[in-house]
């Protein structure tokens, strides 16, 4: 109850600053990844923005981290942007940051992409975007490490594409980079990014999705370019995509999307039942809106749920 409060309290607090022009403060970017020394009572939340954690042709890929006051034994929640974007709501930020946890905002290649793009040339795109994803959690593994914290949950959530995006990558899990590499062997595409941090797992234990286009990411019902599309233009990506179901078994997923979407929100609740079957832990949860990250109300206790928190 007391958690439940203080979220209350944090996004009412975000909504008044930003209605008022507050902002995130900053510090210096940084591009490399330096380690930290551990320390329990550390004060302050450290926030490192423009971190290099891959590349790939078309130059560096960077993320921003967040750190909790007290970092050890902390929990990491990875945000994807939609298409185009390069940055999360401050709210979700704080807000989580504030509860103890690591956040990190991802920038991912191909991020302009649309869903066409995405799936042309045999998922060209869509790898290059899983590959992101994989480095950028083993990225954000090896940074938490830097802070004392080990094995912890870690929990990806995005929005739109971002959402499609992670629920890809949450549902294959700690064989993400080695089934695009075994697709690659049969004629997908060939490895595109090159990850900063090259050890490590990417397995995910929740994934949070708003508003998202699963039936590009994970084409197991028709929707606009899901298993009707993609069956009809390329079957062996299809076949591919699909396969991830059953790779992550354990894997939380909280879905959460608009009535009003113009990605209906009968897909979600398609995807959720479809999961359901197939044994996984998943809701979906809706909110009067279009397209539009869902409410903070909603967000934040959904991730913290997930978090065990």
Not at 5 to 28: K, P, R, Y
Not at 175 to 184: F, V
Not at 213 to 237: C, H, M, S, W
Not at 251 to 260: A, D, E, F, N, Q
């Amino acid at each position: 109850m007391k958690r439940r409060l203080f979220i209350g309290m944090t996004v009412s607090l975000l909504v008044s600053l930003t209605a008022c022009g507050g902002s995130e403060t900053d510090v210096a970017p940084t591009t490399s990844l330096a380690p930290t020394t551990a320390v329990e009572d550390q004060a302050e939340a450290v926030t490192e923005k423009g971190l290099v954690y891959a590349t790939w042709a078309e130059g560096s890929l960077t993320l921003d981290m967040h750190a909790p006051a007290k970092p050890a034994d902390a929990p990491i929640v990875i945000y994807l942007p939609g298409r185009g974007g390069d940055s999360a709501p401050p709210w979700i930020v704080a807000g989580l940051a504030d509860e103890g946890t690591f956040v990190f905002v991802v920038r991912y290649a191909a991020s302009n992409s649309n869903s066409e793009k995405i799936l042309a040339d045999h998922g060209a795109d869509a790898g290059a975007q899983a590959e992101s994803v994989a480095c950028a959690i083993k990225y954000a593994r090896a940074q938490a490490s830097n802070f004392g914290t080990n094995d912890p949950v870690v929990v990806l959530t995005g929005f739109s594409n971002g959402g499609g995006l992670g629920a890809h990558a949450a549902l294959f899990g700690a064989t993400l980079e080695a089934r695009w590499d075994e697709y690659a062997a049969k004629g997908g595409p060939p490895r595109q990014v090159e990850c900063e941090v090259t050890d490590g797992s990417t397995q995910v234990d929740a994934v949070v999705g708003m508003g998202g286009n699963y039936d590009v990411f994970t084409p197991i019902y028709d929707g606009k370019y899901g298993r009707a599309y993609q069956r009809e233009q390329d079957p062996e990506l299809w076949e591919f995509l699909s396969s991830s179901i059953g790779a992550n078994p354990d894997l939380k997923v909280r879905l959460i999307h608009g009535t009003s979407d113009y990605i209906p929100v009968e897909d979600a609740a398609e995807f959720k039942a479809l999961l359901s079957d197939t044994g996984y832990d998943v809701d979906l949860a809706t909110f009067e809106g279009g397209h539009v990250i869902a409410p903070p109300e909603l967000v934040l206790p959904t991730v913290m749920e997930v978090l065990g928190q």
